[in-house]
């Protein structure tokens, strides 16, 4: 790759740039100090509600508290002509999908806007880029997956195994209904099947909504059937096939500025300092990743804090 690329080039040695030092790159060492900015947000991950002391970096996938931050800050920026939002997510918790669908709709009324998919965005991904908004994907891009599911993991034996047990005071007939300690009861059983049909209706009908298409064409779509980048272009759930240039190309098209100027890429989440990084994780989240890396589930942030999932059904693991 490094030889053709030299032969087209034409111009001798390649010096090649680590990652580490092209993130140093200013705008100003460019030219492109003034130039028009666009803000390119970057959401990979699981999805989950997150905190309030989420600061939108998203290290541990896609925090609706954090990233919606992130959403009304480039809403509220003057400055910023247009948005690119790149997806990489095969979904998570739907509460915290629902809320970065509605911030994400907000900020859909105040900037141009492009979606654009990387590998994967499906179920609760393929949900917050329902904004109307052109959506672009990779011929390999994992999309769709619209559907629901309900996960709750029964630890009660591994915790026997610790020596660990688990005493609770409960008010109302369902308060248990996600207790990582017992299984579920008949009722709740019930319960959960009229909360996964309700949002699996609401799904739907955002999609439909969304891609101006009638419940009835997008219903036999969903069912949470995976497609291809390419498949789905053929059945309308994104616009176009392309990547990050065309994005630009669109959202300059878009934001109405000139096909020959140059832009400014304003890249979200910001770059981390080392306080960040040295302190941006809580222990909890440390044990859930190493926990979910023993179990092989990788949903299983989601699933430690209940809820219904709007999740991909299956994972890939390319060795």
Same mark, same amino acid.
């Given at each position: 790759?490094?030889?053709? /690329? ?23 060492? /460019? ?7 666009? &803000? ?37 920026? &003057? ?14 918790? &739907? ?88 299984? /579920? ?46 498949? &789905? ?87």
């Amino acid at each position: 790759m490094m030889g053709k /690329l030299k032969d087209r080039r034409k111009c001798g040695d390649l010096k090649k740039l680590s990652h580490r030092d092209y993130m140093r790159v200013t705008p100003a060492s /460019l030219g492109l100090e003034g130039k028009p900015r666009v &803000a390119f947000l970057v959401g990979q991950g699981d999805i989950t509600r997150g905190s309030s002391s989420d600061d939108g970096y998203g290290e541990d996938g896609i925090g609706a508290e954090g990233f919606n931050k992130l959403l009304r800050r480039v809403g509220n920026d &003057a400055g910023i002509r247009g948005v690119i939002v790149r997806i990489d997510s095969p979904g998570g918790d &739907a509460v915290a999908s629902d809320d970065i669908w509605r911030e994400m709709n907000l900020l859909s009324k105040k900037k141009p806007l492009v979606i654009s998919m990387s590998d994967a965005a499906a179920s609760g991904g393929y949900y917050m880029a329902m904004t109307g908004d052109p959506i672009l994907a990779y011929a390999g891009t994992y999309t769709g997956s619209i559907g629901v599911v309900f996960g709750k993991p029964n630890l009660h034996g591994l915790y026997d195994k610790l020596g660990i047990t688990q005493d609770s005071l409960q008010r109302g007939r369902f308060a248990d209904i996600d207790s990582d300690y017992k299984p /579920l009861s008949p009722e709740a059983r019930r319960k959960l099947r009229e909360g996964i049909d309700q949002s699996y209706l609401d799904f739907v009908s955002k999609v439909a909504q969304a891609r101006q298409r009638p419940y009835g064409q997008i219903e036999p779509l969903a069912q949470g059937r995976v497609w291809l980048g390419s498949q &789905a272009k053929q059945r309308g759930l994104v616009d176009e096939l392309g990547g990050i240039d065309r994005a630009i190309e669109k959202v300059k098209e878009r934001a109405k500025i000139d096909k020959a100027e140059k832009v400014t890429i304003v890249t979200y989440p910001p770059k981390r300092s080392i306080f960040d990084v040295a302190f941006g994780r809580t222990p909890e989240s440390l044990f859930e990743s190493r926990l979910g890396k023993i179990l092989k589930t990788p949903q299983l942030r989601s699933l430690m804090r209940g809820g219904l999932l709007r999740v991909m059904p299956y994972t890939i693991e390319i060795k």
